[in-house]
């Protein structure tokens, strides 16, 4: 399409990013690149600086100082409403403003024109059959026709990911999705990640967390910050290990990985 990135371009190119509010740096000095296939994770404490991070990859914010390019696009000489239609997002912010007597299937659909309500826009049964088949995917199939307000965290965490996809998105940018969410809704979203990881036509995909727990499988890079800087940022393997974790948190952190799988905690 015209305008679009080019053949294995990044899908998302940061250089010398920073943020500064009320004379604090909230993001400095940050180069990142997002490639076909990737799919990173971001951690670190509160305020590190995650959620600022995602809110300019998402078009939302704009850096104080640095250069984003999105798509091959380069912030600030881009219509950002046009450009948005091509990031699917999900953040408890977002998922928040959706009227809760919305059915799970019209909260899918509605993405489509990046709206919050059904009527804003006309649709086509086609519409309806995606926004369906994507709850589906997510294992709420069953829930399309039920309000929001009906529906667990987990369920409409799901609900928010299915949502994040109606478009056939080229990036993908969660945050913090499991967020709140019990052992058992969070261990059937890590699923579903996991299996939207593992899928070679999926977009490149960028999750932000605090806790490794919630990490799926199949993820290739992470990115770890501290008070806005970058601590590491890399292959997993590289990037994600005792002492990036234990520099990221000020703790000393141990981490264990099995089947794929991460745990961390404070060595006594």
Excluded: C
Aim: charged share 25%; net charge neutral; proline share 6%.
């Amino acid at each position: 399409m015209p305008g679009s990135r080019p053949a294995g371009g990044p899908a998302l190119a940061l250089g010398g990013v920073g943020v500064v509010r009320d004379g604090r740096w909230i993001l400095r000095d940050v180069d990142w690149a997002v490639a076909p296939g990737d799919r990173w994770v971001v951690v670190g404490a509160n305020g590190s600086g995650k959620t600022t991070l995602l809110r300019i990859a998402a078009l939302y914010l704009h850096p104080s100082v640095g250069r984003v390019d999105v798509l091959g696009q380069r912030l600030g000489r881009v219509d950002v409403r046009a450009l948005r239609r091509r990031i699917g997002l999900a953040s408890g912010g977002l998922t928040a403003m959706l009227r809760p007597q919305l059915t799970a299937a019209d909260a899918v659909m509605t993405a489509r024109f990046a709206a919050l309500e059904p009527w804003w826009h006309q649709y086509e049964p086609a519409d309806r059959d995606r926004a369906v088949a994507l709850l589906e995917r997510m294992g709420v199939g069953h829930a399309a026709e039920r309000e929001l307000l009906t529906l667990s965290d987990g369920e409409r965490q799901r609900v928010a990911l299915a949502r994040t996809l109606m478009n056939e998105p080229e990036l993908l940018l969660l945050d913090e999705p499991a967020a709140g969410l019990d052992l058992a809704a969070r261990e059937e979203l890590v699923a579903r990640l996991a299996q939207l990881a593992d899928d070679p036509t999926a977009p490149p995909l960028v999750l932000v967390t605090h806790h490794v727990e919630e990490i799926p499988r199949r993820f290739t890079h992470a990115m770890l910050l501290r008070d806005g800087r970058v601590v590491a940022a890399g292959p997993l393997s590289d990037a994600l290990t005792a002492a990036t974790l234990s520099e990221a948190f000020g703790l000393p952190v141990r981490l264990e990985q099995r089947e794929g799988r991460f745990t961390a905690w404070v060595s006594g």
